[in-house]
């Protein structure tokens, strides 16, 4: 892998040059303490030392409401949105935050694609940072490192007070066609960048902890202090849960539809004609966002569908974590596995 040495005095040059592919979208500060995903406007606004972004770059793909089609009542017909492919960089992206885009890749192109996230995301070019693990940040436990580079055209490190940028892919290459204030460079090692915060298994061995957790007090306990806002959700980078509804002029005769993300932690969420409710008490809605990220999919990719980024910990008016929940049914787990032993 070809690697070369930039200076932080010319990541804004880069960002310019890059500009030429297509727009680049790379997080800015939002407020104090917030950062956002936003279309470049000014290379120097950019910020590459940020912890997480408030909303995931699956914005960028799967809008949090689009528009899928016009209709019309008059003559039973219908138009659908059609979203333009355009060339688009995004760039500053942590590395759990591409596995999301990849796991989203499964999730909306597997069998027959979904049009408009395929056309959003034909010619994406993805540009890599390093990071610093805050308290929230697990993805080292769920098997991604912060040098995960799958996924990426291009990947800056950070070493000291520039970066090491790697040529991932023959896409990333030809970005760079014409970037002149590169200087070739040996990789270097980071040290130090530890993950403060750990599940205490390994992740392949969490769908069985799953497999016997069903039952488990945690799950009550953790309800009680939920408020069932679904900021867990909407923030989550791999949800891709959403709603449709139709909205009908008064006239009675046009139409559109749409749709927009929805949250499995909201009461109406499994609510059915009739009233019936599949998931009425919050312990059951809890229990079924974990197992989604854990379980149900894990058995069939052999993956977890959670990439660690901590979103749903860090943006919890409750302050509910996902770690501790893991860890404590671990512990159940464990104590369970010890009493089954004695009795033998
Ligand atoms: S963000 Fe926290 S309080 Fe809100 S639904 Fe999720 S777990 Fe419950
Ligand atoms: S479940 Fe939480 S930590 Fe995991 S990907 Fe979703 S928001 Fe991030």
């Known amino acids: 892998m070809e690697c070369y040495s930039l200076k932080q005095s010319d990541v804004p040059a880069l960002i310019d040059h890059l500009g030429a592919y297509g727009e680049v979208i790379a997080p800015h500060r939002k407020g104090d303490v917030s950062y956002s995903f936003e279309p470049?406007?000014?290379?120097?606004?950019?910020?590459?030392?940020?912890?997480?972004?408030?909303?995931?770059?699956?914005?960028?793909?799967?809008?949090?409401?689009?528009?899928?089609?016009?209709f019309s009542l008059k003559d039973m017909s219908y138009k659908p949105t059609e979203v333009p492919i355009k060339p688009a960089v995004y760039f500053g992206i942590h590395s759990y935050e591409m596995q999301s885009i990849l796991r989203l890749d499964h999730s909306m192109l597997s069998g027959k694609a979904e049009s408009n996230y395929f056309n959003r995301r034909k010619k994406s070019r993805f540009i890599g940072v390093s990071f610093s693990p805050d308290e929230y940040h697990f993805s080292e436990s769920v098997g991604i490192s912060i040098e995960e580079m799958e996924g990426f055209d291009l990947y800056l490190n950070k070493v000291s007070?520039?970066?090491?940028?790697?040529?991932?892919?023959?896409?990333?290459k030809d970005l760079l066609k014409g970037f002149d204030k590169l200087i070739q460079a040996e990789p270097i090692h980071v040290e130090g960048r530890e993950?403060?915060?750990?599940?205490r298994y390994h992740y392949n061995r969490l769908p069985r902890v799953f497999q016997y957790a069903y039952h488990s007090k945690v799950w009550a306990e953790v309800a009680e202090r939920c408020v069932g806002c679904g900021s867990c959700n909407l923030t989550c980078p791999t949800c891709f849960c959403f709603d449709v509804n139709d909205q009908v002029e008064v006239t009675a005769e046009d139409g559109m539809r749409r749709r927009s993300w929805d949250s499995c932690m909201l009461s109406t969420f499994a609510e059915v004609a009739g009233g019936e409710n599949f998931r009425?008490?919050?312990?059951?809605?809890?229990?079924?966002?974990?197992?989604?990220?854990?379980?149900?999919?894990?058995?069939?990719?052999?993956?977890?569908?959670?990439?660690?980024?901590?979103?749903?910990?860090?943006?919890?008016?409750?302050?509910?974590?996902m770690v501790d929940i893991i860890n404590d049914l671990i512990r159940e787990d464990e104590k369970a596995q010890f009493h089954k032993t004695v009795r033998v």
Request: with cysteine; glycine share 4%.
């Open 40 to 70: 470049v406007k000014d290379s120097e606004k950019v910020v590459l030392e940020y912890n997480r972004t408030l909303l995931p770059l699956k914005k960028c793909f799967l809008p949090p409401t689009e528009k899928l089609m016009d």
């Open 161 to 172: 007070d520039d970066y090491q940028l790697y040529i991932i892919s023959d896409k990333g």
């Open 195 to 199: 993950f403060n915060k750990k599940i």
């Open 280 to 321: 009425e008490h919050t312990l059951n809605r809890t229990r079924h966002r974990l197992y989604r990220k854990f379980k149900y999919i894990t058995d069939e990719e052999g993956l977890p569908w959670c990439v660690g980024c901590g979103r749903c910990t860090a943006f919890c008016p409750a302050d509910i974590s």
